[in-house]
Every structure is written in structure tokens, then in C-alpha cells.
């Protein structure tokens, strides 16, 4: 069997170490037959955008005293024909990616673009060393080669060293730009979105808007760039996203690419679990498996984990998590639930809409691959979008998010353990195990909002459960609406339900308590599991004031 190119984002590293490589070079002839001058191609993280730009470089660079042409033997681009071969070696190209530059001060991210553009203005020295170029062009180059430039000197680099390219090249220049969008991610998380911008917008602007040194542009990132805020006026964009599928599988492995990588790992009987795991991505109709996690889960011969969940933070879940009303508190627990919610999507969204308009936050969130589209529908004049969460290992990343927000210093296991006391009718158990969260808890969130910050915890721990129990919140039942209620999927187990009393002071406790579990049976809350055919319920009435709760 072939070695798995995991973590290996240089094209030629994968064909020359004899690495399995899912041969995608057909998206070079597609490419070919119908590009225009900039193509943005959006998809989550680790889904192999660098390595696809890297096979692109290789296929049209025609590097100095190079020959990449060997690369490419026996691939599906090769037996396209000579028509396409004859394209390959025969450009100048730049390739630069951003994916490194994360910091969390301006400061230092300025550094690290004087650093990188440093590194990239080596790679082409050889243009100093031939007539043609003013002396002002030369002094220009060697400050961006020293590291010296000004910030505003920096915002040229790209156009510059694209203009001196085709200058001694005699023929327009192509432009790789990986991972456009993580600088501004990391600035709008860390507070310099402004400042971000504003160089981004003078950076890239003059390398793809009416530039006669460029002959076409690729460029990735997780989100589609919003005009308004970065491309004012580019006209020339043609946009490959998540949402219109486009070139939906020149990134990301295809059901079928599944079928032949697991037969050649000689793991064909994995194949449900991957799909169970790893499947679910929809690039417009395209059914796309998370080839990161994909490629894990054979090096680890067949055991299935979050790998995707471990590659990097989730900050985006954390600005859901944030926006914790009951409309999303509902919507949060059907995703987990396998349920669909519904949303506008708006690809020109930009981050700081996030924290204030949940339809852009959804947006992000399908962009970013923590959500799928399921189906779509004409309304009036705006698509209304179905949207769930695509598999078992994304439902896992949210799942600990937010057990990790809501509970902070305990394990998941400390909070299986009370969530099972809470099943199995161990009033006293899940007190303490409860009482000691709220220890950890009540201090780090606001527990003004009374009854909502205490339904809120309880929710997010009922999570565990899912999907061996269907949680269902403020749903009406009988003559009211209880505050939690968890069905049982499986015959034999018991249902719950929770009524939650916020006390006005410790010595109100007891007797809110059992206010709460008196409300149980006189609205008729257990009507609802007996139309289910659920025969055993377990009912309790929680009363909590400040840090302390008492349960009935």
C-alpha cells in the first residue's frame, strides 16, 4: 500500500515520495476549456486548497532550468491528451499563500508579511541580475527582499513583482494566492479588523483589478470575498463556493475516490463508518467526503475521531454559542438532534456582521463546513436555504464546544457521570454533580438572566445524550409548557422531565423546588411521553439561587 500524504501540501513531495494521491489534475483541463481572469474557489479548512493550488503551480510554472512535466505522468490530465500537455511549463507564475500569517497583534502580523514577502522576493532574485529594470525599480526590490519596506511599500509587492515578472518573461503572469482570508479572520477575532482590511484591501486590489501584467488569478480561502470590503469594483471574479457548487469536486474526495482509496488501503468493510463519520458535505449536488479526516482515519487503521475537530479552534461555534436566545437555543438543539434549521444565505458576508445577524453567521458557518445545505426554495425573491449539521464528527465539535463553554474545569466524563445519575433516578448524585458545575460556572456567566442561565446549562449538558434520547425545550405538553423534556429512542428507557425555578433567596430553595415539581403534574407534562408509549417518566423540580440548587 501506498504511504497517505497527510499534513503534505506540496504536489510534487506527494508524486516524488510515491505518497496516494487522488488524482484531481482533471480539474486543470476544466480549468483550461472555461477560466476567466480571477477564479475564488471557497472551501472549509484542511480540505486540500493548498495542495490543489500546488499541483496547479506545478502544471504551469515554467520554473528556470526545471521540468515538471514528470509529475504528471500517467495522470488523468495527461491521457486528456497533448492539447492540455502542451499548456503545461509554459507561464510564469507566482504562487503565495497566507495560511501562516496568524497573530493576534497588528504589530506582529505586519512583521509577518514583511517576512513573507521577504522570502517570496528571493524566490525570483535572478531579477536582479539581468538589464532593463530602473534604478528606482531595484531600490524598491531590495527593500522588500531586506525585509525593510514600510507597511504602504508592502502594498505594492504583489503588483510590482508581477510587472517586473512579465517584463522579462515577455508573457502575462499567473497568480496563486492560498488562504487569502485567514489574516482577516485572525484580525476579526482578535480585535485589528479595521487595520487588517484597509492593507488587504491595497494589497490584493492592484494585483487582480485591471492588471495587464496578470494573465488569470486562482485564489482560495474559506470565505468568498465581500466586494464592498475588499474588491471594490472587481468585475473580473468568478466565484466557486459551497453554496453554487461549481467545481464542486476538485476539493474534497467523491463518494467514488472514497470507494477505490479504502479498497486500496484494504479496509472496504470501513466504509459505512466513514460515511457515518466523515460523508454529508453537499457542494451544491456533489456528495463530498472531509479528506483530511478521511486520510486520518486510514493511518489510524480504521478508528473513527473528531480529526478534523483537532486541527485548529472553533471560534466561529463560539459566536453561536454566544448568541444564546431561546429561538437559537431551539435551533442549536434540533442540529445536534439531526434536525434542519432555516436561513437566508448572503456569501457577501463579512465577519463583523456575525455577532449581530444570525443569517450571516449561518452563512459563515456553511462556508466554514459546520454546516450542510439540505435543500433550497424560491421565496418571493430570496432563497431560503435547509440547513443541518453534514456528520457524526462535526456533531461531536459541537457537542464539545459546548460542553467546554458551559463547562469549564470538568470532563466530559464527570459530565456523562451526572447526566447518567440524572437517567437513572439518582436525585442526590446529580445534585452534587450539579451543584459542583454551577461552582465552576455561576462565577465565569451572568446569572442575572435568572431561570434562562440555568435552562441554558441544563441544555447544553443534555447534549451527552444525544442521539441515545430526544431533548425537546419549552414545548407544550398537557395544560403548559415545560422548561426540558428527554424522550427515550429505544424501548425500556425512561424519559425526564425538568422544571426549573429561579429562587429569590436561599432560603426560598426547598420551596421553589417543590413549586417546580408540583407545576410536573398539575399542567399534565407527562401527557406527551404516554402518547409516545413511554410508561416510566422521571420528573424533577429544580430550584437554584446563585451558586446553589436544591432538587426534588
Known sequence: MQGLPIGIDDFAKVREGNYYFVDKTLAIRDFLDNHGEVLLLTRPRRFGKTLFLSMFYYFFAADLEQDYRKLFRGLAIERAGERYMAEQGKRPVLFLSLKDVRH???????????????????????LMEVPGFSRAERRYFQRIHDGLASPVEMEEALRRL????????????????????????????????????????????PALKTNPSLDFAVVTGVLRIAKESIFSGLNNLEVSSVINGTYADWIGFTPEEVRVLARAQ????????????????????????????????????????????????????????KQTDSVQEDNLLRLIQGECVTAVLTENTIYPEVTDNPDALYTILVLAGYLKIVSR??????????????????????????????????????????????????????????????????????????ESFYHGLLLGMT?????????????????GRYDLAIYPTHEGQCGVILEFKAAGSSDELLKK????????????????????????????GIAFYGKRVVLV
Open 104 to 126: 493576534r497583534t497588528w504589530s506582529d502580523m505586519v512583521e509577518k508579511f514583511r517576512f513573507l514577502l521577504s522570502d517570496l522576493y528571493d524566490q525570483y532574485a535572478y
Open 377 to 450: 426554495r424560491l421565496v418571493i425573491d430570496t432563497w431560503v436555504y435547509v440547513l443541518a449539521i453534514p456528520n457524526r464528527e462535526v456533531r461531536s465539535i459541537y457537542r464539545n464546544e459546548i460542553l467546554s463553554r458551559l463547562s469549564p474545569g470538568r470532563t466530559t466524563s464527570y459530565l456523562m457521570t451526572t447526566m447518567e445519575s440524572l437517567m437513572a433516578g439518582n436525585g442526590t448524585a446529580f445534585t452534587k454533580g450539579l451543584q459542583d458545575i454551577l461552582m465552576k460556572v455561576a462565577s465565569v456567566y451572568d446569572t442575572a438572566n435568572r
Open 266 to 321: 484494504q479496509q472496504d468493510k470501513a466504509l459505512p463508518v466513514l460515511r457515518d463519520w466523515y460523508d454529508g458535505y453537499c457542494f451544491g449536488s456533489q456528495e463530498i467526503y472531509n479528506p483530511w479526516s478521511v486520510l486520518c482515519f486510514f493511518k489510524a487503521q480504521g478508528q473513527p475521531q473528531p480529526y478534523w475537530g483537532h486541527t485548529s479552534g472553533n471560534v466561529l461555534l463560539g459566536e453561536l454559542l
Open 463 to 479: 447534549t451527552l445524550l444525544v442521539p441515545e434520547y430526544e431533548v425537546k425545550s419549552n414545548r407544550e405538553s398537557g395544560l
Open 513 to 540: 423546588a417543590q413549586e417546580a415539581r408540583r407545576q410536573i403534574d398539575e399542567k399534565g407534562y407527562e401527557t406527551d411521553f404516554k402518547a409516545r408509549g413511554v410508561t416510566k417518566v422521571l420528573k424533577y
Open 162 to 205: 508581477m510587472d517586473m515578472m512579465k517584463r522579462y518573461h515577455q508573457q502575462p503572469v499567473v497568480l496563486l494566492l492560498d488562504e487569502y482570508d485567514i489574516p482577516v479572520q485572525q484580525a476579526w477575532e482578535h480585535g485589528f479588523y479595521d487595520e487588517c482590511m484597509a492593507f488587504m484591501r491595497n494589497f490584493l486590489n
